[in-house]
Nanobody, 124 residues
Framework: QVQLVESGGGLVQAGGSLRLSCAAS????????MGWFRQAPGKERTFVAAINWSGTSTVYADSVKGRFTISRDKDKNTVYLQMNSLKPEDTAVYYC?????????????????WGQGTQVTVSS
């Protein structure tokens, strides 16, 4: 079993930055691929970024490419999402997810565990 707890959300002005953290429990964390998704009010949950088990491969949604960076620290059992040049359209609840495979992609179905989410609000 894996438990995921997100933190780092908040209110920021357009053009600003935030770093989200996702702390994972469970000794198998280091062998799992991880992802970030987001859900805006009234919309479906969509893919943001993913990172493979070793941290050597990443993939991003086109809408965040060049602005967001996903990374992981195995010693701390934590995955991060560094968000720069934030836009009002980035406003959403951001969710961390774990896949019980070494590589994962953009489909929600690939992920087995989810955090409770953290709110990110970007003001114009």
């Amino acid at each position: 079993q894996v438990q995921l707890v997100e933190s780092g959300g908040g209110l920021v002005q357009a053009g600003g930055s935030l770093r989200l953290s996702c702390a994972a429990s469970g000794r198998t964390f280091s062998s799992y691929a991880m992802g970030w998704f987001r859900q805006a009010p009234g919309k479906e949950r969509t893919f943001v970024a993913a990172i493979n088990w070793s941290g050597t491969s990443t993939v991003y949604a086109d809408s965040v490419k060049g602005r967001f960076t996903i990374s992981r620290d195995k010693d701390k059992n934590t995955v991060y999402l560094q968000m720069n040049s934030l836009k009002p359209e980035d406003t959403a609840v951001y969710y961390c997810a774990a896949a019980t495979t070494r590589y994962s992609g953009s489909s929600r179905n690939e992920y087995d565990y989810w955090g409770q989410g953290t709110q990110v609000t970007v003001s114009s």
